[in-house]
C-alpha cells in the first residue's frame, strides 16, 4: 500500500493469510473493508470473533461445530456404526452435499507426512482408535485424498484398523460423473483403472 | 517432428531472437559464447521445462532482466502445435496452443527433441546419477505412467527417508511406505528393463556406424536384482536403514553398465570411445522414439562433430539427414565436407543475434 498506515498494513497482512489470496487480493479486500461503512466492517469482524469464539471441534469426531457433539454425532437417524474418515472439515462437508451418506465422520485435521513433522501422534490418532474400541463400529470407509501422503495415510489407518476386525473400504478416486474419458487426466485414469470394479 | 519457428527473449545471452528451422540440417555456427548453445537449450527447456547446464531456473533468464520466454512452432504426427515457456520472478507458465498447461505431463512428448551436448560424456564417465537422470528424462517423454509413479516414488522416498532418521521410527508407518514404494518402483523397474533392452539393440548400431568394429551395449543394473523381492530387501535391510538414515537400495540407486568389446566404457574406455558411446545412447534414442511413435524426433547436437573423421560423419549423415531434422552448433561455417550432400541450411550466431547466410 502506498501511504504510511501500520493499521492497514496489518489488514492486508491478514487477508494476506488467507488460503488462496495474494498480495493484490489481499489489498482489494482491504480497500473494499476500509470504503465501506463502518456498521459493515463492524459486523464483520464480530462475524469472525463470534464464529471462531463459537465453534470448536466435536468431542466425538473432531469435526467443527458449535454444538458438541456435533448435529451429526448426535443424529439418531445416523448410522453410528459406519465412520467415514476424512482428511479436513471441507471433506466431510462435500460428502454431506452428496446427501447419500447415511453414517458418521472422523476429521483428522491433516495427513501423515513426516517431511513436515506430521506424524501418527500429530494426526491423533489414538482419539480415531480408541472411538473403533469395543465394537460399535461395523466399517470404516477411508475417504483421504488421492495424493501420495492420502495413500500413505489411509494405507497407515487400514493396517491400525485391522486389529480391530472392522471391514474397512477406500473410496474409488476416478472419472467425474458426466465426463467423458478424454477429459480426466492421465493420473486420474490410471488411478481409476487400478481402482476398476467387477460388474 | 519438425521445428518451423523458434523466437526467444531475454534467455541467457539471446535478448530476443527469431528463426526459421528448416527440414534436414541446421547448421548455426559462429564464434564461441555468441549464444549457439543458448538457442538449443532454450529448445530443450520449452520441450522438457529443464535445462542440461542448471536446475536453478533464474540462471536462464539473461542477466538483468525479469523473466524470460521461449515460443516454438512445430509440425507433430502431422499437426501443427505452438509451445510457450514464460519464465517471470520465479513463476513458470507453460503453454500448448495458447492454452495454459499445469503439469509436466502435460508438456512432455509434444515436442519431442533429443540433445546432445559434450557433457553428455559424464553418461559414460561420471557416477550413476547421470544414467539415472537420462532413464528418467528419457523415459518420463516417453511414458506418463512412468513419470506419474517416479514423481510418487520420489516424494514416498524422501518421506521414508526423513522417518528412519527417527530416533524410533513407528513400523507400522514403515511398512506403509514400503508397500508404497514396492508399488512404485515395480513400474519404473519393469519401464526401465524394457526401456534398456530396445535402446541396447539401437545403440549398437549407432555406435557400429559412428566408430565401426567395435561392440557397444547397454545393461540394465537394477539395484533390486530379478531373483531379488523389493519387499523382502527392504524388511530386511530396515534396521540398516535405519542406523544410516537412509534408503539404501531400490529403483533410486539402478545404474546402466555401458561395454565396449565387453570392457566397461568409465573405466577402460579411451576419451573417444566414451564420447561416441555417450553420443551412441543419443542417437539410440533417436531411433527408439521412431519406432514407438513412427515418427523421428528433432536432433539438437552441440558441438558434436569435432572428433568424427569424416567418413563417420558421411555415415551419420546418410543415416540422418534425410529423415531427421537436425540443429547442429559449430564454430566453423563448414566443418565437415559430407555435411553439403544433404539438406543443409546454415545459420550464422552473432553476439546474440541470428541470420541466414
Ligand atoms: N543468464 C545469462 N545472461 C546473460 N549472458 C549469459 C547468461 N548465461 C550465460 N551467458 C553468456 O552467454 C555466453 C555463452 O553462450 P553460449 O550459448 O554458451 O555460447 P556458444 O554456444 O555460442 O559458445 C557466455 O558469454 C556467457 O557469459
Ligand atoms: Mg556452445
Ligand atoms: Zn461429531
Not at chain 1, 464464529?51 to 448426535?74: D, F, G, K, Y
Not at chain 1, 469395543?134 to 494405507?155: H, K, M, R
Not at chain 2, 530443450?44 to 542440461?52: A, D, E, F, I, K
Not at chain 2, 557400429?208 to 539395484?223: I, N
Request: hydrophobic letters at 40%; aromatic letters at 6%; charged letters at 25%.
Amino acid at each position: 500500500m502506498l501511504w504510511n498506515a501500520p493499521s492497514v498494513e496489518r489488514l492486508v497482512e491478514a487477508f494476506r493469510r488467507l488460503p488462496g489470496i495474494g498480495k493484490r487480493s489481499a489489498e482489494r479486500l482491504a480497500l473494499h473493508v476500509l470504503s465501506a461503512p463502518a456498521e459493515e466492517a463492524e459486523a464483520f469482524s464480530r462475524a469472525v470473533v463470534e464464529a471462531r469464539s463459537r465453534v470448536s471441534q466435536c468431542s466425538v469426531c473432531l469435526n467443527l461445530t458449535e454444538e458438541n457433539p456435533c448435529a451429526i454425532c448426535s443424529d439418531a437417524r445416523r448410522d453410528q456404526r459406519i465412520i467415514c474418515i476424512v482428511e479436513h472439515p471441507s471433506g466431510a462437508m462435500a460428502i454431506e452435499r452428496g446427501g447419500m451418506y447415511r453414517g458418521v465422520y472422523h476429521v483428522l485435521h491433516g495427513v501423515l507426512n513426516p517431511l513436515e513433522g506430521i506424524g501418527p501422534e500429530e494426526l491423533r490418532i489414538d482419539r480415531l482408535l480408541k472411538r473403533l474400541e469395543g465394537g460399535a463400529v461395523d466399517e470404516v470407509i477411508l475417504a483421504t485424498n488421492a495424493t501420495s501422503e492420502g495413500e500413505t495415510t489411509s494405507l497407515y489407518l487400514s493396517r491400525q484398523i485391522a486389529k480391530f476386525g472392522i471391514a474397512v473400504t477406500r473410496i474409488a478416486h476416478g472419472v467425474p460423473m458426466g465426463g467423458g474419458l478424454e477429459y480426466a487426466d492421465e493420473a486420474t485414469l490410471a488411478h481409476a483403472m487400478q481402482g476398476r470394479t467387477r460388474l | 517432428m519438425q521445428l518451423t519457428q523458434f523466437s526467444c527473449r531475454h534467455f541467457r545471452c539471446l535478448p530476443g531472437l527469431a528463426f526459421a528451422p528448416e527440414p534436414g540440417i541446421n547448421l548455426l555456427y559462429g564464434d564461441n559464447a555468441q549464444g549457439k548453445t543458448s538457442i538449443l537449450e532454450a529448445i530443450l527447456y520449452c520441450t522438457t521445462s529443464r535445462s542440461h547446464r542448471t536446475t536453478t531456473e533464474s540462471d536462464l533468464r539473461q542477466q538483468g532482466e525479469e523473466g524470460f520466454r521461449v515460443a516454438l512452432h512445430a509440425i507433430a504426427q502431422g499437426q501443427p502445435i505452438q509451445l510457450e515457456a514464460n519464465w517471470w520472478h520465479n513463476q513458470k507458465r507453460f503453454k500448448v496452443n495458447g492454452i495454459p498447461q499445469t503439469r509436466i505431463s502435460d508438456i512432455l512428448g509434444r515436442i519431442r527433441v533429443v540433445f546432445f551436448a559434450p557433457e553428455d560424456v559424464d553418461l559414460v564417465k561420471g557416477s550413476g546419477s547421470h544414467r539415472r537422470r537420462f532413464l528418467d528424462m528419457e523415459l518420463a517423454q516417453l511414458s506418463p505412467a512412468y513419470l506419474l509413479a517416479l514423481q510418487q516414488y520420489k516424494k514416498v522416498l524422501r518421506q521414508r527417508n526423513e522417518t528412519v532418521r527417527d530416533k524410533r521410527p513407528d513400523p507400522i508407518l514403515l511398512d506403509v511406505f514400503d508397500e508404497q514404494l514396492v508399488q512404485y518402483g515395480a513400474i519404473l523397474m519393469a519401464e526401465r528393463r524394457a526401456f534398456v533392452t530396445q535402446l541396447s539393440a539401437f545403440a549398437q548400431n549407432a555406435y557400429a556406424l559412428v566408430a565401426g568394429g567395435e561392440l557397444f551395449s547397454v545393461h540394465y543394473l537394477p539395484s533390486i536384482t530379478p531373483d531379488q523381492d523389493f519387499a523382502e530387501t527392504l524388511k530386511q535391510n530396515r534396521e540398516r536403514d535405519i542406523r544410516r538414515g537412509q534408503t539404501l537400495l531400490g529403483p533410486h540407486r539402478d545404474d546402466l553398465e555401458l561395454t565396449v568389446d565387453a570392457k566397461p566404457a568409465r573405466s577402460f574406455g579411451s576419451q573417444g570411445q566414451q564420447k561416441t558411446a555417450a553420443l551412441a545412447l543419443k542417437l539410440a534414442e533417436v531411433e527408439l522414439i521412431h519406432h514407438r511413435y513412427q515418427e523421428y524426433p528433432v536432433l539438437l547436437l552441440d558441438e558434436a562433430l569435432a572428433e568424427l573423421d569424416p567418413h563417420r560423419a558421411r555415415r551419420l549423415f546418410d543415416m540422418l539427414a534425410t529423415q531427421v531434422q537436425c540443429l547442429i552448433t559449430t564454430t566453423e561455417r563448414a566443418p565437415n565436407p559430407a555435411m553439403e550432400e544433404h539438406p543443409l541450411t546454415r545459420f550464422h550466431v552473432v553476439r546474440g543475434h541470428i541470420e541466414k547466410t
